[in-house]
């Protein structure tokens, strides 16, 4: 079974530019989430999705940041424009509730670096 | 609102010694842990988890971790830790299926020849 996807790996860019992320859940799966990882951190949620609908989104910085899974199934997830302290490690994982459990899984994550 | 504290940010062994790592959360009801491994690079990687029932729960790897409720605490541990051992180790807590994890700072295990 394929694991969580995303793409790209890394991306260097400049402030003020945009900048996009996707994610490939693992099949069947629900529930996705994006979690952002700053250096020598634990990762810290951003946004999380059941189906195609954004049920918390409180952590996300709405000013720059957007996401969206218009399908159920893959997702995007956006800045605009990119600030020097949004480098960091951009998370996507997934979950299925059909597991009665809350076990996450993780994809290999996007490094972004923001010169 | 929960939280998890991992109080050594950074951990040093010897290859062949045993290892704990030091988990505590925050959290009114019964929590669902988990322990994350991260190699260099990569994501997370779920080693074990706790729902309910026997508390202590056995892993991938060879890593065991003991729930305690009276001490709020569900420490990782590994008897006999190997070089490839060495990674970044993160304690979660989540609230129930479907919602998010909250993680610990994580603990840097350094493993010496």
């Known amino acids: 079974e394929a694991g969580v996807v995303q793409s790209p790996r890394y991306k260097i860019i400049e402030k003020k530019q945009p900048v996009a992320f996707w994610c490939n859940p693992i099949s069947g799966h629900n529930t996705l989430y994006w979690y952002l990882q700053n250096l020598g951190q634990g990762p810290e949620l951003l946004i999380r999705?059941?189906?195609?609908?954004?049920?918390?989104d409180s952590q996300l910085p709405k000013d720059r940041f957007s996401a969206e899974r218009l399908k159920g199934v893959d997702s995007t997830l956006k800045i605009q424009p990119a600030e020097l302290g949004d480098s960091a490690v951009y998370l996507c994982?997934?979950?299925?509730?059909?597991?009665?459990?809350?076990?996450?899984?993780f994809g290999p994550g996007t490094r972004l670096t923001v010169l | 609102a929960q939280s998890v504290t991992q109080p050594d940010i950074h951990i040093t062994v010897s290859e062949g010694a045993s290892l704990e790592l030091r988990c505590n959360y925050s959290y009114g009801a019964t929590p669902y842990l988990f322990w994350y491994v991260q190699s260099p690079g990569q994501g997370l990687q779920l080693l074990l988890k706790?729902?309910?029932?026997?508390?202590l729960v056995q892993g991938i790897k060879g890593f065991e971790a003991e729930f305690k409720r009276s001490q709020s605490s569900f420490n990782l541990r590994k008897p006999s830790v190997h070089w490839s051992d060495a990674a970044e180790y993160f304690c979660a807590v989540g609230m129930g299926a479907g919602n998010m994890l909250t993680f610990g700072g994580g603990t840097r295990l350094m493993v010496k020849p």
């Open positions: 706790y729902f309910s029932g026997d508390t």
């Open positions: 994982a997934s979950s299925s509730l059909n597991e009665g459990s809350d076990t996450q899984y």
């Open positions: 999705y059941e189906n195609e609908e954004a049920v918390d």
